[in-house]
């Protein structure tokens, strides 16, 4: 079932947050607080036709305020990880807040993620968010104006819009956090979940989280998901970038152009035959494992169930992490000219 509206209805820094719900025609919903521009809920259909829920989330707004702050979450202004907090742009040196050891995650203590957003339902199926982020915001230039539309189609799918400008030069990188269990939120692990990544490349990272710069060959790994395999399957082997973050929790160098519209991966869950395909015109896509999470205390979630480690994946289109520090990578770089937008598509299916 639905969470209920009711229970959203609170203040936060002297904003009202609030639920809204999207659907389509076929029986799809999806759930939207504008409270970090979070995906509550996503009810789609199995192959029985019996709709379940396929994130992991909250029953309450206030839960959402005390809970794990990158659950649904939109984040920026820079999701996933910036090296000792700090980058330089055009010879001036940015300071960030250092909210993962010495390096700064989803845009530090003053993120999107913890902002209370404007809201404007279209209609039925079509939601906008909109964030004004000013200059010196976690300690990033510019005045910033973002905007993220959600829309339920026809196709079962959920569409993300992304759309930013700024006044001045400033570094910018968006996506959402949502952790996807294809057999249910709440129902067991995701070790028997299939990946497929179109990918040739990943970005290891060192013993901290942070890419070493290096682009490395998915072929002969345990990150090879160029046919779909089941996380279960490689998540505990000897390998060092594994044993780096306690499974998955990498980079991959999708095999598209950046800008273009394509898919990215697919997961697939063989006792439901639901299956979720990624489109992004970005050109990364970061695969979580949710490996951080206990199952104890605010990691108690919808209808009570434990998150624990593995419980959930998230697959974040993206820019690279850290690539103000990279030159190789993408650039992040965006200014009052050309502005910034990015589109992802979350499609929901099932098979025999």
């Not at 996380?231 to 980079?251: C, M, P, S, T």
Request: charged share 20%; net charge negative; with cysteine.
């Amino acid at each position: 079932m639905p969470v209920k509206s009711s229970d959203f209805q609170l203040k936060h820094d002297g904003k009202q947050i609030d639920l809204f719900t999207l659907e389509n025609g076929q029986g799809m919903k999806a759930q939207i607080t504008n409270y970090g521009g979070k995906i509550v809920s996503i009810l789609v259909p199995d192959r029985e036709g019996t709709l379940g829920d396929v994130v992991l989330g909250y029953e309450t707004g206030q839960e959402y305020l005390d809970g794990i702050a990158s659950l649904g979450a939109t984040m920026g202004r820079y999701a996933n990880r910036i090296a000792q907090a700090k980058f330089t742009l055009d010879d001036s040196t940015y300071h960030l807040d250092k909210n993962n050891g010495e390096h700064s995650i989803h845009g530090g203590a003053e993120g999107f993620r913890h902002q209370v957003w404007e809201a404007r339902q279209v209609d039925d199926q079509t939601l906008e968010l909109s964030y004004f982020s000013e200059d010196g915001e976690g300690g990033y230039p510019g005045n910033l104006e973002v905007t993220v539309t959600y829309t339920v189609t026809e196709e079962n799918e959920l569409k993300l819009e992304y759309a930013a400008s700024t006044d001045k030069k400033t570094v910018l990188n968006m996506t959402n956090h949502a952790f996807f269990n294809l057999a249910g939120e709440g129902q067991g692990k995701i070790l028997d979940h299939k990946l497929y990544v179109d990918a040739g490349q990943y970005t290891p990272v060192d013993s901290t989280a942070i890419p070493t710069g290096e682009l490395r060959e998915v072929a002969g790994t345990p990150f090879d998901f160029t046919k779909p395999t089941a996380f279960g399957a490689r998540i505990d082997q000897e390998n060092q970038q594994l044993q780096h973050v306690g499974g998955y929790d990498h980079n991959y160098v999708l095999n598209k152009k950046s800008g273009e519209l394509a898919l990215a991966g697919r997961l697939s869950e063989p006792a439901t035959g639901r299956v979720m395909e990624v489109y992004t015109t970005e050109p990364g896509l970061q695969v979580y494992t949710a490996n951080s999470l206990t199952g104890e205390g605010n990691q108690i979630g919808k209808g009570g169930h434990a998150y624990g480690p593995h419980s959930a994946v998230c697959l974040e289109t993206q820019h690279f992490p850290d690539s103000p520090h990279h030159p190789n990578f993408p650039s992040t770089v965006i200014g009052p000219e050309e502005g910034y937008s990015s589109t992802t598509v979350y499609r929901f299916l099932t098979v025999d």
